[in-house]
């Protein structure tokens, strides 16, 4: 979840959507789990896989609450990227081997090095993460979320971060279809 270069009541929408995504899947030990990496400037992975797998759903509601919008004005998505593959998909992350992993970027910013987006999204698509991208507003670059989703089809372009919450039925529709 970029929270670079959003407003507070941006940042709001998103954790909203964040939320109601979330609350649509069955979250346990032997279903689903989720995580979740802010990103700005620095990256910080606010839970992972195995949080979510041990916690219930009012504690995860909590947690989602109490994010914070990150200081700083860079999109960091590379390091974001890292953080996942490295702490999420992981068994240290509470990663499974035997279910489908799909990563759901969210950003309404560009990174400040392509190259280097392209280099982390590759390392996860290699260890079979599927990538889905929202990008979201005019400061996106769709080459970019190109690159970094799985295909073409992975990518979902809003206007604004208000439309997020209409979307949560489509942005579950391509997460399943990853499964």
């Known amino acids: ?11 709001q929408e998103a954790k909203s959507f964040v939320w109601s995504a979330i609350k649509n899947f069955k979250i346990s030990s032997n279903d689903t789990r989720v995580g979740i990496i802010r990103f700005s400037t620095v990256a910080n992975v606010i839970f992972d896989f195995q949080f979510s797998a041990d916690n219930n759903i009012l504690r995860l509601e909590e947690v989602v609450d109490n994010i914070v ?21 992981s068994a240290k992350g509470g990663s499974r081997p035997d279910v489908p992993k799909i990563l759901v970027v969210i950003t309404g910013g560009k990174s400040e090095n392509i190259l280097a987006v392209a280099r982390a999204s590759m390392a996860l698509k290699e260890n079979h993460v599927t990538i889905v991208v929202v990008g979201i507003g ?11 989703a799985s295909s073409a089809d992975d990518v979902i372009l809003l206007r604004t971060f208000k439309e997020l919450k209409k979307r949560v039925s489509r942005i579950k529709d391509i997460v399943c279809d990853g499964e």
């Open 1 to 11: 979840m970029d929270s670079s270069s959003i407003s507070a009541d941006d940042f």
């Open 69 to 89: 919008l990150a200081e700083g004005s860079d999109t960091n998505t590379e390091r974001a990227l890292q953080l996942a593959r490295t702490d999420l998909f």
């Open 138 to 148: 005019d400061e996106v670059n769709i080459e970019e979320l190109l690159t970094m």
